[in-house]
């Protein structure tokens, strides 16, 4: 298996935290993995949602702003967020979420995989998509949401750039991607082997108006590193190509360092170890507020300032 490039998470900007708790863990049947705050703004929660235990390829998270203004979809921006279920989950997931009132979109098919596609309430783009190695991967139950049908983890992502040439160049060159098949405007990449997290695909929108940033907008999308010694083969693949990176920044879940490709989406390269269980123990997880050590002194002050999350049975 490669050391670099399958989807490690995917990271966007919310509005209400109650809201996104209710809609992530209560109606998509995510396990909330991880509550802490961004890093670079101690004022705003950074949510993470995933299976059991967090794994890799399976992690969606939030930085939640209540009242923030809405997003725009457009080039430059990550869109279309992909879960993977199991074939035969489709009717399952349009009953489900038609009766829980969202505008649902499907069932269609694109690249010969069966898809329905919504939004969340901040306008976030979603789709379910059936692929044929999600049973094989265990599936966590949830209320209302047997293990049989439930979400695996990510199938892939679809960018929307003007021009995807150099973006392929960094998904073939960089972070280990192959060519695939086109349909329409849109170009498949593939990361080897098996798993989840291994689509990337690229909508050519030349013309179309840039995105911005706001509530229902992907922040940016991650890759995996084995380890800091893949990770730093990537960033020496980056640099001759022009491409700035940052100085290794430590997340403490996982270490990181971002720059933005050409197609102005921002990617970060993220390690998969030491993982979710360093600061609480798997059957724990998210059941707190967890801190980085640097802002532990200021828990007290740290706690007033953030908005409560309530369990999502009880979110509006």
Known sequence: MSTIGRIHHIT???????????????????RMIKQTVNFDDPGVHHLYYGDGTGSPGTILTFFPYPGARPGRHGTGQAEEIAFAIPAGSLEFWRQRLTGLGLAVEGPAERFGERLIAFKDHDGLMLELVEDETAVGLPGRAAEDIPAAHAIRGFRGITLWVEDPAGTARVLTE????????AEGARLRFVHPGEGIGRIVDLRAAKGFWAGAMGAGVVHHVAFRAADDTAQAAATAALTPRGIRVTPQQDRTYFRSTYFREPGGVLFEIATDEPGFAIDEPVEALGSRLMLPARYE????????????????????
């Open 12 to 30: 966007a900007i919310a509005s209400a935290p109650d809201r996104n708790l209710a809609f992530y863990e209560g109606a998509l049947g995510l």
């Open 297 to 316: 002194p200021h828990r007290a002050a740290i706690e007033a300032n953030l908005p409560p999350l309530r369990p999502a049975r009880d979110a509006a």
């Open 174 to 181: 960089v972070l280990g991607y192959t060519p695939g098949p």
